[in-house]
C-alpha cells in the first residue's frame, strides 16, 4: 500500500527555475522524508520533517509540512542540470513498524 | 567509508530459478530492508529486519525470502514462485531509533528475466 502520493508525476522546467512537487498520505505520520534518485541509483535522503515541524530548509531545498491537510511540498529553487532526477517522499508511522512507505515519486528534468 | 554494497549490480534469471542478492552494510545499523522498484514506480516494501535472527514481510513478500544470520548481511532470495521479478531492487538499512536520520541506500541490482 502507498502511504504518499505524488504530484506531478513528472515535470519540466529550465535552469534557474524552481521546482515544486507535492505530497498526499492518507494516515498521521511522526515524520515524512524527501529522498533523491538519479537514473538507475539507490535513493539519497535529503531532507526530514518532524510532524510538529511546519517548514525546514536545506540549502536550496524548502520542505513544508501540513498535517492539517495531510500534505507536503518540496521546493528547489535555482535549480541545476544536476537536479535532474526522481524525487520521492516517505512517511514514517512509528505504529505501523520501524519501516519506511514510498510514494511513487515525482521525475523532475532541468533543462539547460 | 561506511556504506552499503549491493551485489551484483545486473542479474539474469532464467525461469524456474533461484537468484540470491547480496547486501552488506558496514554502518553498524540494526534494521535492513529491501525494496522493488518497478520502471516509472515508486518502491514497495518486501522484507525488513530490525535484529538478527528475526525479520518481518512488507506488502510484497510472495515469492521472496531472507535471512538474517549476520547484522551486516540481509541478502535477497527471488524463488521461482515470483512469477515477474523483473525489477531493480534497492537494499536499505537504518539505525534501530533511527528513521528520525533516514535510510542508507545501497546502488541497486537490476534483476532481468531471460
Known amino acids: 500500500s502507498q502511504q504518499g502520493e505524488e504530484d506531478p508525476q513528472a515535470l519540466s522546467i529550465q535552469e534557474g527555475e524552481n521546482a515544486t512537487m507535492n505530497c498526499s498520505y492518507k494516515?498521521?505520520?511522526?515524520?515524512l522524508q524527501w529522498y533523491r534518485q538519479n537514473s538507475g541509483r539507490g535513493l539519497v535522503h535529503l531532507i526530514l520533517i518532524r510532524s510538529n515541524e511546519r517548514e525546514k530548509h536545506s540549502g536550496r531545498l524548502r520542505v513544508t509540512l501540513d498535517t492539517s491537510k495531510k500534505s507536503s511540498s518540496l521546493l528547489i529553487t535555482a535549480s541545476r542540470a544536476a537536479d535532474t532526477a526522481s524525487y520521492f517522499c516517505?512517511?514514517?508511522?512509528?505504529?505501523?513498524?520501524?519501516?519506511?512507505?514510498f510514494g511513487g515519486g515525482t521525475r523532475v528534468l532541468v533543462k539547460p | 567509508d561506511g556504506g552499503i554494497t549491493q551485489s551484483p549490480k545486473y542479474l539474469f534469471r532464467k525461469e524456474g530459478q533461484n537468484v540470491t542478492l547480496s547486501c552488506e552494510q558496514n554502518?553498524?545499523?540494526?534494521?535492513m530492508y529491501w525494496y522493488r522498484q518497478d520502471p516509472g514506480q515508486g518502491l514497495r516494501l518486501i522484507y525488513y529486519s530490525q535484529i538478527v535472527n528475526d525479520f518481518q514481510k512488507g506488502d510484497i513478500a510472495e515469492g521472496y525470502s531472507v535471512s538474517r544470520e549476520k547484522k551486516e548481511s540481509f541478502p535477497l532470495t527471488v524463488t521461482s514462485a515470483q512469477k515477474n521479478p523483473t525489477a531493480f531492487y534497492l537494499c536499505?538499512?537504518?539505525?534501530?531509533?533511527?528513521?528520525?536520520?533516514?535510510?542508507?541506500f545501497g546502488s541497486g541490482t537490476r534483476l532481468t528475466v531471460v
Open positions: 554502518l553498524n545499523h540494526d534494521a
Open positions: 516517505a512517511t514514517y508511522v512509528q505504529a505501523a513498524g520501524n519501516k519506511l512507505t
Open positions: 536499505a538499512s537504518s539505525t534501530f531509533s533511527g528513521l528520525a536520520l533516514g535510510y542508507t
Open positions: 494516515t498521521s505520520i511522526n515524520n
